[in-house]
């Protein structure tokens, strides 16, 4: 069946009760799962879908700080990840319309990770007497004629709904929302990793080397040339320099809530032990931010880590660099620096909580 008629399917019957008909299977094996869940847990619920088991540890991390978020309410949790037709069974026999839905945040919206984004409309689709709340997300459908497509057909689900509100984690991904989903209500705030002001525990004298966490997917602009280039300049400051990554191999899939959260902290420890890291992850930058470490950032492919820096502008010891050549120029004076205030990382992430406010609001 071609795309085209697969959408048009779907806009008529709904997203996700084309995917019970398509995923019987998947859908029994996850109902023999998930059902015994929903009985014990009372209504209303708070009910959190689309988490990752995938390996970028940055999504983890807002996983992570999405249940810290939710733990400050009254109604009890259940969260879901995987494949989404796992659920669709238990939403259909046990989801009253006092429970409300939250969907995982993430830089996904878009046709880059298409399942992602087709989990979502599977579940609004389920879903219309109930409130739903998307977490912060990046937005970045391209001008390709599959893309567009599909974007249009994200237009009807959304905006079929009349109590979805979406929010954005940057002033770009806010603005393309407005004019996507204008039936939809849309608001701002930043990753909501950066909610997480706990982290930034490490005293300058306990940080040690240069950490490289450059990117080696779909979303990497950095050429190899320009990646030896900063790996020399910064191997010239006479730091220990080692790389790391916000993801880990996928054989180790699936990752489940308690390993999430274990490599999130792991990997913030890792961070907080370092004197500067030099990165083109928007992960990269926003757990160095968290973990109050001194930062080079740089753009990935969709212009996200740009972004989401407006943030931090004002942050000392978070800079951004355009190009390999301004990065390189950066790494002397960045390596080990004292904060250019006196202000702690602590507060100066404590001052992004009013940022937040669109969001909480909601809850």
């Not at 120029?329 to 669109?358: C, H, N, W, Y």
Request: glycine share 6%.
């Amino acid at each position: 069946m071609s795309t085209g008629l697969t959408l048009a399917l779907r806009s008529l019957i709904g997203d996700g009760r084309y995917h019970m008909l398509r995923e019987k299977d998947i859908c029994k094996e996850g109902y023999q799962r998930y059902a015994d869940a929903f009985r014990k847990t009372p209504a209303p619920r708070n009910l959190l879908f689309c988490v990752p088991e995938h390996c970028n540890i940055g999504d983890h991390a807002i996983a992570y700080a999405e249940r810290r978020l939710l733990a400050d309410s009254d109604r009890p949790l259940l969260e879901f990840g995987g494949n989404m037709a796992r659920v669709l069974k238990c939403i259909r026999e046990f989801v009253t319309p006092d429970d409300v839905i939250f969907l995982h945040g993430g830089g996904n919206m878009g046709t880059l990770y298409q399942n992602e984004e087709q989990y979502r409309c599977d579940i609004i689709s389920m879903l219309p007497h109930n409130k739903i709340i998307l977490f912060p997300q990046t937005i970045s459908y391209d001008d390709t004629p599959h893309s567009q497509q599909y974007l249009r057909h994200t237009k009807s689900v959304y905006g079929r709904h009349k109590d979805l509100h979406l929010v954005a984690r940057e002033a770009v991904s806010y603005d393309r929302m407005r004019e996507y989903y204008p039936k939809n209500d849309v608001r701002l705030t930043p990753d909501i990793v950066l909610s997480l002001t706990d982290q930034a525990t490490a005293a300058s004298e306990d940080r040690h080397g240069i950490l490289l966490c450059m990117r080696g997917d779909v979303e990497k602009t950095t050429t190899a040339s320009a990646q030896s280039t900063i790996e020399a300049a910064a191997k010239a400051t006479g730091e220990h320099v080692a790389y790391t990554d916000t993801t880990i191999p996928d054989k180790y899939m699936p990752i489940y809530k308690e390993r999430g959260e274990e490599l999130v902290l792991g990997k913030f420890d890792e961070f907080r032990k370092a004197k500067l890291v030099v990165t083109d992850r928007l992960h990269g930058m926003i757990f160095s931010a968290v973990t109050g470490t001194p930062c080079i950032a740089m753009n990935n492919s969709t212009g996200k880590v740009g972004f989401e820096y407006q943030w931090l502008k004002d942050f000392p010891y978070i800079a951004f660099a355009e190009n390999a050549d301004e990065a390189v120029e950066l790494i002397p004076q960045m390596v080990g620096t004292a904060l250019k205030s006196k202000t702690p990382p602590r507060d100066l992430l404590e001052s992004l909580a009013p940022q937040f406010t669109p969001l909480t609001a909601l809850l």
